[in-house]
């Protein structure tokens, strides 16, 4: 999953929130982070992603998303999946939250500015073009994903042709969005589950 997925899996708790939206930036056993180095609820988050990308990546209905692109994309059709399914939950935010997706992404950018002694600096330039283009908000439409699959093809260091991928989620758009409303709310449940597990750790 991408950005808004896994920030949106968080809840309402802003140390999950901050430690999932650094989870990629974070390497190496988390068992050896220390509380002087992170708050328990951010180590707890960073271990929420890890979780989130596990269950995603060994799910049979996203391998049927991820096989569909797979003979154009190859290994990094996952990325593009990632990507698909952050634009569903975008576009049908209503159905999951009770604040329109404009809302929760300033929300969320404030949450960035107030905890933003805790963004590694490698992040820093990431965030704030997040903030100022609106990434989640852009999310919602075609354009907002195309934008961001043209962003990533600049940071790959292969021809990937993942800029083009747009053209495969208006193709078949349908089938994208069947299989993410069966997968979300199984992705969902698990993640609060795995919540509940950290909290009693």
């Known amino acids: 999953m991408n950005f808004l997925a896994h920030i949106y899996l968080s809840g309402n708790d802003d140390d999950i929130k901050i430690g999932n939206f650094l989870g990629d930036f974070v390497k190496g056993r988390l068992t050896k982070l220390t509380n002087a180095q992170y ?14 990308d596990f269950f995603t990546d060994t799910h049979p209905i996203v391998k049927k998303s991820i096989d ?17 399914y952050d634009h569903i939950l975008a576009k049908n935010f209503n159905q999951y939250s009770s604040i329109t997706l404009e ?79 069966v997968f979300f709310p199984e992705l969902t449940t698990h993640c609060i589950s795995h919540m509940v597990k950290l909290k009693y750790s």
Not at 144 to 170: D, H, P, T, V
């Open 39 to 52: 708050a328990k609820g951010v180590i707890n988050g960073m271990s929420l992603h890890r979780e989130i």
């Open 68 to 84: 569909r692109l797979q003979p154009k994309y190859h290994k990094i059709s996952g990325i593009v999946v990632d990507m698909f």
């Open 103 to 181: 809302k929760y992404a300033q929300n969320f950018y404030h949450l960035l500015e107030l905890r933003k002694n805790e963004i590694p600096e490698p992040m820093e330039s990431m965030v704030k073009s997040m903030k100022t283009r609106n990434w989640l908000l852009s999310y919602e439409t075609y354009e907002g994903i195309e934008w961001a699959l043209k962003g990533l093809a600049k940071r790959l260091s292969f021809e990937s042709g993942i800029e083009y991928a747009i053209e495969e989620l208006r193709q078949d758009y349908c089938l994208y969005e069947a299989e993410f409303n």
